[in-house]
C-alpha cells in the first residue's frame, strides 16, 4: 500500500514513475470497448460494428462520469496525506463508498430505463438499432463494478499508489479478451456477447481488487465504522469531483453529438467515427495518464504548502508528455489506415478512417499542453474552472463547428477531423489566462 511522497525530492522520475502505472492501466481499461470492437468487427458484419461503437461510447460517457466524481476522493486523499491528516483520510473513504454505492444505483436505472430513447438521439442507424440497446442494457447493469473499479483506482492515487489498480485492470482486460473470443467469435453471440464479457470482467477485477485490499493495511486507519455520509468530507468530495463530472460528461455530451451528426452521413461514416473515438482513446493515453499524475503531485503539494513546487511538477509533466505526444501525431497523420485496420477489414471504413485522422493527429500535440493544466488546477481544487472552461470549448466550439462542416455540401471526414483540434486551441487559451490571473493573484497576496 506504499504511495509516492510528492512533496520532496526530484520531479520527473518520481512523476515518470507515477505516470507509467496509470498509462498501463488506462491503456487496458480502453481496451474493454477496443477488444469489443475488434473481435464483433471480425466476426460480425458493419451492423454489429456500428452497434458496439455507439453503445461502448454512451458507457464511455458513463465511465467518463464516475472518473471525474472518484478525482474529487483523490483530490482529497491528495491533500490531506499532503497536509499529514491521516486521521480524516479514513474518513474520506468512508464517505466516497457510500456516495459512490448511491450513484451506482443511480445510474444503473436511469441508464436502464432511457436506453432506447439514448439510442434513437444518437440517429442510430436502423440496422444496428436493437443491437445497440441489448450492448447498453447489458453494460448497464454491470455500472456498480464500473463505480466500485474507478473508487478503488481514485483512493489509490491519491494515496500515490498506481500499481494497484494497474494490476485490478489488467486483469479485468484478459478476462474480457477471453470473454470476447469465446461469446462473440465461439458461440456468436453478436455485441451482446461483448457486453456480458465486458460486464463479467469488471466482476471479477472488482472482486479480486477487494480480496486484495483486504489483505493489506492503508497507510491511515479505516474500518466498517468509517463508512457512512461524513458530512464535511461527502461535501468536499462532491465539491472537487461534480463539476470535473459535470464537465466529463459535457465534453462526453458534446462528442456524442458529434457522433449522431456523423451517423446521420450513413452506416461507413458512422463506423468510422465509431473507430476513430477508440483509436483517440489510444493515442491520448500519455496526456491522459500525465493529468492524474499531475493532480496527485498538485494536491499532495498544495496539501503541504508548496505550490511553487506543483508548478514545477506541471512544468516538467508537460515537457515530457510533449515528446510521446508529437510520436503519436506523425504515426496518426501517416499510418491512420494502419491504425482503423485493427477494428475493420471493410476497405471503405479504413479510408474514411484514415481521411479524419489527418485532421485529427494535431491534437496529440495540442492535449499534451491542455490536459497537463487541468491537471494542476483539480489538484489546486479549481475543478470550477475546468468545468467552465469544459463547457465553453464544447458548446460555443466543438458543437457548433461539427454542424458547421456537417452541413456543407459533399462534406469529408478530414473536415469533421478538424473540430477537436479547434476545440482544444479555445481551452489552451483559457487555461492560460486563468493561470496567469491566478499567478498574479498570489504575488498579490504575498
Known sequence: MKGFDFTKGGYFFPLLKFTLPILLAIFLQAMYGAVDLMVVGRFGDASSLSAVAIGSQVMQTITGIVTGLTMGTTIMIGQLIGARQTGQAGKTVGASICLFAAVALTITIAMTVFAAPIVKLMHTPEAAFDKTIQYIVICSAGTVFIVAYNLISGIFRGIGNSKLPLCFVAIACFVNIAGDLLLVGIFNLDAAGAAVATVFAQAVSVILSLIIIKAKRLPFAFSIKSIRFHQWETAKIVQFGAPLAFQDALTSLSFLIITAIVNS???????????????????????????????????????????????????????????????????????????????????????????????????????????????????????????????????????PFSYFVSKLPGVAMWQIGLVPPIATVFSILLCSIFFKLKNRLFQMRL
Request: proline letters at 1%.
Open 265 to 399: 452521413l450513413g452506416l461507413v461514416a458512422s463506423a468510422a467515427i465509431g473507430i476513430n473515438e477508440k483509436i483517440a482513446l489510444f493515442i491520448m493515453l500519455i496526456p491522459i495518464a500525465y493529468m492524474s499524475s499531475v493532480s496527485t503531485f498538485t494536491a499532495q503539494n498544495i496539501g503541504a504548502r508548496k505550490p511553487e513546487r506543483a508548478k514545477k511538477g506541471m512544468y516538467y509533466a508537460i515537457s515530457s508528455s510533449l515528446v510521446f505526444g508529437i510520436v503519436c501525431f506523425i504515426f496518426s497523420f501517416w499510418h491512420g489506415g494502419i491504425l482503423a485496420g485493427i477494428f475493420s477489414k471493410d476497405i471503405e471504413v479504413i479510408a474514411a478512417c484514415a481521411e479524419y485522422m489527418k485532421a485529427y493527429s494535431v491534437d496529440c500535440i495540442l492535449v499534451c499542453f491542455l490536459f497537463c493544466l487541468t491537471g494542476y488546477f483539480n489538484g489546486c481544487g479549481n475543478t470550477v474552472f475546468v468545468l467552465v472552461q469544459g463547457m465553453l470549448a464544447a458548446f460555443l466550439v466543438r458543437i
